[in-house]
């Protein structure tokens, strides 16, 4: 990918999360700033790659991570950490919360029409290039149309300060952010409410 393609991604991909204005933005000060981190991002080694691994019940997932730590050890990679969600039988997380009742459910599709109306988002609230809830539509990665030697990529229309002959690298794609938290249930609990 071309140099100049990097300066094109969101400016929150681009800054990182652990800047001190994103720092101040999420909250992550005191005992939650950057430094104190599992994953801070000046620790060594300075690059994770961070799988999921799916599967239809426990031995299925067992299988798949399985594989996957052959391909990691023929690969040269070491795995650092495995971190278990952990199957539960009903819609309650691990300290017996409700879990799940604020999924959001995307404009148009099947989850959307049993959704509750305050989940209904549009798709640029997490996909790329598409019009989010103020009715912009989501930044996207944009690349030179000599980049795209098979011509899978679509065009863009210029606006917004794109690049004219620009092709629209995120299109349908969308970021992950992986952040490890810690609960408090004990302070949960005593919080007034």
Not at 66 to 79: I, K, P
Not at 128 to 151: I, W
Request: glycine share 10%; proline share 6%; charged share 20%.
């Amino acid at each position: 990918m071309e140099e100049s393609a990097l300066g094109t991604f969101s400016q929150p991909f681009i800054e990182g999360i652990a800047t001190p204005h994103r720092s101040r933005i999420l909250g992550d000060q005191e005992e939650s700033e950057p430094a104190k981190w599992n994953w801070a991002p000046r620790r060594s080694p300075s690059h994770y790659i961070l799988l999921l691994v799916f599967g239809q019940d426990e031995l299925a997932l067992d299988s798949a991570v399985g594989q996957q730590r052959v391909s990691f050890a023929a690969g040269g990679l070491t795995e650092v950490l495995t971190l278990g969600a952990g199957a539960k039988p009903d819609s309650h997380e691990h300290f017996g919360f409700a879990d799940g009742i604020g999924q959001p459910a995307i404009e148009g599709t099947a989850q959307a029409n049993k959704a509750a109306a305050r989940n209904v988002i549009k798709a640029g609230e997490i996909l790329l290039s598409y019009k989010n809830d103020y009715g912009k539509p989501a930044d996207s990665p944009l690349v030179s149309s000599a980049s795209d030697r098979q011509g899978v990529l679509p065009a863009t229309n210029g606006s917004n300060g794109a690049l004219r002959d620009a092709r629209d690298l995120g299109r349908n794609g969308t970021y992950l952010v992986f952040r490890q938290l810690a609960q408090h249930v004990s302070r949960f609990c005593k919080f007034p409410r």
